[in-house]
């Protein structure tokens, strides 16, 4: 089979994001569509990614696919004749040492069809990213991809219906901050965390109603969504759990000082 990377719902003990809107189903499968974005262009071939593939990995690492397409057919190894037009690769970055490996590889004829398949994770050495180069590029297109990227916060909900609903002065000065979230360091206002770990976990809405006492149909999001953690290693955050939901492109909940902020993406 191609490679596939299948969509994230994370729950945290630390800081929380979650992202990406999933169908209904106790956790999110395999729903999200395959959504190409070009990245590079050259004389021989054109590469994509599939922004839809962003998976993070222990131990700072974050997957991604990308999908190369060939100007002319390539000769598939192994044979004297069989030619492949794609090539699907799915590429592991490691986000605290700028490296990279190829994890698994397919490759394809003109029509789509795989011709061959393989797995190359275990046997590969991390190699460092060459400045310049075109995978350094692909490592800048992961990079480029939400949660990462500049947010700006519009509003803030309650988590708790029967909460007070008096207005602090702290989350009123929080309308209008910017959260910025990036590989090596994450901002909310004038807090930051200098070294945040990113990283995906599975779990369902009952998960956490049990944790938060919040339903997420209650705060606007669906029956079950994809989180990821963000554990900071440098310098704290406080709160030091937070969570992002994705409702849509380009918009997210926050769970921040026990309300949720409405991020849009700027």
Excluded at 163 to 178: F, V, Y
Excluded at 201 to 210: I, P
Aim: proline share 4%; hydrophobic share 40%.
């Amino acid at each position: 089979m191609a490679s596939s990377i299948k969509p994230r719902f994370i729950f945290c003990r630390t800081t929380l994001l979650v992202f990406l809107l999933c169908g209904p189903g106790l956790v999110c499968a395999q729903q999200t569509k395959d959504k190409w974005q070009r990245v590079y262009t050259g004389d021989e071939s054109i590469i994509e990614i599939n922004t839809a593939s962003l998976k993070f990995e222990p131990d700072y690492v974050v997957r991604v696919q990308f999908r190369t397409t060939y100007t002319h057919a390539e000769t598939l190894p192994g044979t004297s004749a069989t030619k492949y037009k794609m090539r699907l690769e799915t590429i592991d970055f490691k986000l605290n040492e700028a490296r990279y490996r190829i994890s698994e590889t397919s490759l394809l004829d003109s029509n789509g069809k795989e011709l061959q398949w393989y797995s190359t994770s275990q046997m590969r050495e991390w190699r460092v990213l060459k400045q310049g180069g075109v995978t350094e590029r692909l490592y800048a297109a992961a990079r480029a991809q939400e949660p990462f990227g500049l947010w700006k916060v519009f509003a803030y909900k309650f988590v708790d219906a029967s909460s007070d609903k008096t207005k602090p002065e702290e989350l009123e000065k929080l309308i209008g901050a910017r959260v910025n979230l990036q590989s090596n360091r994450a901002e909310v206002g004038n807090k930051i965390c200098t070294s945040p770990v990113f990283e995906d976990m599975r779990s369902s809405n009952e998960d956490l109603f049990r944790e938060l006492r919040v339903a997420l149909k209650a705060i606007g999001a669906p029956d079950s969504a994809e989180m990821i953690t963000v554990s900071c290693k440098g310098s704290g955050w406080q709160p030091p759990r937070s969570m992002l939901v994705k409702v849509r492109e380009g918009e997210m909940l926050m769970l921040w000082e026990g309300v949720f902020l409405v991020l849009k993406s700027e």
